[in-house]
């Protein structure tokens, strides 16, 4: 297969990828760094490019010292490793040094800097993402199937595929994100069977790279059928024991593109078994309360009304009635003119604050304590009950202490 070119892509001829590019060359000269992984990837597939990543023949303190000669900023966030980040015109780039592994644990590697291109892709997780390109833009394939594997949407290991996942067990759940992103078809038959194979090792990872990938495989447009061959073989259960059918996951995904809604419809609907579930992915505590906030009634979007879902947003907070306002389409997709109305409603609806405090109902006579408090409780009620009327606020305490008193 010929290698196309990436001339013209807007990032390669960007000033800041130029200037960052021309810094690495003035050091080491023609062919000392290359586009490597995502940019090359999605290019070729015509997807957008969200960050550019470099490798290069140079060692990360040379890499440091031509920055600083060309006047970028140069940040060390992995010497160990080989990475240095620049910043031109306040856009990063992540620069490593061309690699090998020394040890593997599973876990993480030591490594050893190299010079070798092909040695370099060797390590590396899957063909695609084995794709260099020069500042030409020409394109190189060290693994001589790279190419290939993009024009048929397929995502295989470098390699031995157990071996790449002996290396880092987290490979498995790459292997199921990136076919949901860029595959098609079934996934390649020898990469699944490693990873069933090697399933087991899924426990030695770090919950939060767990949650963090299966978070970005929901991501994906359509999910469902890369989750679908996760559940027949088994490998859904090893992270999410809790999961059950998948029907809830195809309604969902139907509807929004938010992956942690879309985890939760794999999740247990009680609060007690959400939150052993949610804890065992060590989720962040943001996304453990968006979780906890779909717990509840469902919502009905043939019945609901305007005033109820502003009482909810009172109560709840907008994020957490937009989650279940979500599922509730899930549930009935056919009312998204409602859903559509409701969520317009939500956003353009300034929730308002308790309009008395003790203030007023000192002023009334009632002597602090806690009486105030119930007083302003049985206030708030009636309030939200009443659709959050703006005015009589004074008048309808007094009644309210009245009523009590007598």
Not at 78 to 95: K, N, W, Y
Not at 152 to 180: M, S
Request: aromatic share 4%.
């Amino acid at each position: 297969m010929s290698a196309p070119s990436l001339a013209d892509a807007p990032w390669l001829t960007a000033a800041a990828t130029r200037k960052v590019m021309a810094a690495l060359e003035a050091e080491g000269g023609p062919d000392v760094a290359r586009f490597v992984g995502g940019c090359v990837r999605n290019s070729l597939m015509g997807r957008a490019v969200d960050d550019v990543d470099i490798a290069t023949r140079l060692e990360p303190q040379a890499v440091m010292a031509a920055l600083k000669t060309a006047g970028l900023k140069a940040v060390p966030t992995g010497l160990d490793h080989g990475t240095v980040t620049a910043v031109a015109e306040a856009q990063p780039f992540e620069i490593t040094t061309l690699r090998r592994d020394v040890t593997t644990d599973g876990r993480r590697a030591t490594v050893a800097f190299t010079t070798d291109w092909a040695e370099d892709a060797g390590r590396r997780d899957f063909r695609i993402n084995a794709l260099y390109a020069d500042g030409e833009g020409r394109v190189f394939d060290p693994t001589g199937h790279g190419l290939a594997d993009i024009a048929a949407r397929r995502v295989a290991f470098v390699g031995d595929a157990g071996r790449r996942i002996r290396e880092d067990r987290l490979r498995i759940l790459r292997f199921f994100r990136f076919h949901a992103w860029y595959g098609a078809g079934d996934p390649d038959a020898a990469g699944l069977a490693a990873c069933v194979e090697e399933a087991g090792g899924l426990g030695e990872l770090s919950a939060e790279r767990v949650s963090k990938e299966l978070l970005k495989l929901l991501a994906a447009p359509n999910p469902v059928p890369t989750v679908e061959v996760m559940a027949h073989t088994g490998v859904l259960a090893r992270l999410l024991p809790e999961a059950g059918t998948l029907e809830a996951l195809r309604a969902m995904a139907a509807v929004t593109d938010d992956p942690l809604l879309r985890l939760s419809s794999l999740l247990p609907g009680s609060a007690e078994a959400l939150d052993v579930a949610a804890r065992g992915l060590r989720l962040s505590n943001r996304e453990m309360a968006r979780l906890q906030g779909l717990i509840g009634p469902e919502l009905d979007l043939e019945t609901l009304e305007d005033r109820q879902v502003r009482a909810l947003v009172y109560r709840e907070g907008r994020q957490a009635v937009t989650d279940r306002l979500v599922r509730a389409l899930s549930q009935k997709p056919a009312r998204r003119d409602r859903y559509d109305a409701l969520i317009d409603r939500i956003g353009n609806w300034p929730v308002p604050r308790l309009p008395v405090g003790g203030r007023e109902v000192a002023a009334l006579g009632v002597a602090p304590g806690p009486e105030t408090g119930a007083l302003l409780k049985a206030f708030e009620a009636e309030w939200i009950a009443d659709d959050f009327p703006e005015t009589g606020h004074v008048e309808r305490l007094r009644a309210l202490r009245d009523q009590r008193e007598g």
